[in-house]
């Protein structure tokens, strides 16, 4: 009872720290407009261009952090459980690479689109389709979810085979993203590299739906399955003896992480270390209960990009740094931290 109790003062006081970064992240920017500027703006009684900053800009990218904050981190979560691996995380399976192929390919060979050609600024300031790039990066995503999925049934489904199959696809996508890379132009290059950046800045209201329609799924799921994915903790061994179908579970948890990474990906670029770091922190805080550190740590990872993205746009001067490199800013210490922390002790991730 008391620990049922403290687990949910914990969410219910992440909760709040959403609500309030929230506001906070909407009331930063680069337009120098004031918090009663933006309070009147976010009511609709103010200028229509600071209404539009607030309606079409802010609160977009707002929704944006909270739901792809919440689904990587949930995604790391669940993969490290699966793969018995502390470090493992949405990108473990290549998911990032073959989005980022995805999308090199779409801008230097489709100008972003299906069938105009992008080798010069002209047609690529026409042809450019964010959304038919956001797509081909998620059809390689998914191409590569399966590929390595598949790859494991055949074999056997074991998490040092899924890791070093991910690892493997992943080199395969990197490469060819480097090939495709030479070849472009300047125009295309530039292009395609700027969207590698996890940029919340690119966040609409559709995609923001699209993705929130996929993580709310992915977490329901997770969520559901979460006295299974408790038994995994005790080793296979152990789950099979309390009836959970082990390779099956694994398969379709790590097929939901990988999809849930997919379409952040694919709208966003790659935001790195949000899925290890969160999944971290609440771990070490409230244990390892799926039913507790899952919506725990999709709280904490809202908050997390929240504060990223609070910060990208503090520190621009005048233009928002990628959000993906303030959470690599903040997780490779982290990263590290947990590397020489561990002391040998076996962390039950």
């Known amino acids: ?38 309070v009147a703006a976010l009511l609709k009684r103010g200028s229509a261009a600071q209404v539009r900053i607030i309606w079409n800009i802010r609160i977009p990218r707002v929704l944006a952090a909270i739901v792809a904050g919440a689904g990587l981190s949930v995604a790391g979560l669940v993969m490290q ?31 972003g689109g299906f069938l105009d050609t992008g080798n010069h600024l002209s047609s690529y300031t026409v042809g450019a389709n964010p959304y038919a790039t956001s797509l081909v990066a998620f059809l390689f995503s998914t191409a590569s979810i399966l590929l390595i999925l598949g790859l494991c049934r055949v074999r056997a489904f074991q998490p040092g ?12 996508w ?55 994915l408790n038994a995994l903790l005790s080793g296979d061994a152990a789950a099979k003896s309390m009836g959970v179908n082990v390779d ?9 992480a990988s999809v849930i990474t997919a379409v952040c990906v694919s709208f966003l670029g790659v935001i790195g270390f949000v899925g290890i770091i969160c999944p971290h922190v609440i771990k070490r805080l409230l244990g390892h209960d799926h039913r507790v550190s899952i919506p725990a740590a999709a709280l904490s990872g809202s908050i997390l990009l929240l504060l990223s993205d609070t910060l990208s746009r503090s520190m621009g001067g005048g233009s928002a740094l990628p959000v993906g490199a ?4 903040l997780g490779a210490p982290f990263f590290l931290a947990i590397i020489f922390g561990r002391k040998g002790e076996h962390d039950g991730c």
């Not at 303030?326 to 800013?329: A, H, Y």
């Open 1 to 38: 009872m008391k620990n049922r109790k403290k687990s949910t003062a914990a969410i219910c006081l992440l909760a709040f720290a959403v609500v309030v970064l929230s506001f906070v992240c909407l009331f930063v920017g680069s337009s120098r407009m004031t918090a009663a500027d933006c």
């Open 161 to 172: 085979v899924v890791v070093l199959a991910g690892i493997a696809i992943g080199s395969i």
């Open 326 to 329: 303030i959470t690599s800013f």
């Open 81 to 111: 459980t699966d793969l018995n691996n502390p470090m493992a995380s949405p990108s473990t399976l290549g998911v990032s690479n073959a989005a980022v192929f995805g999308a090199n390919l779409s801008i230097i060979a489709f100008a």
């Open 248 to 256: 099956l579970l694994r398969f379709l948890t790590m097929l939901f």
């Open 174 to 228: 990197t490469a060819a993203t480097t090939i495709l890379q030479f070849y472009a132009t300047d125009v295309g290059l530039s292009a395609a590299v700027v969207w590698t950046f996890g940029d919340l800045g690119r966040a609409t209201y559709r995609t923001d739906l699209i993705m929130a329609v996929v993580v709310l799924t992915g977490v329901g799921f997770f969520l559901l399955t979460s006295w299974k």
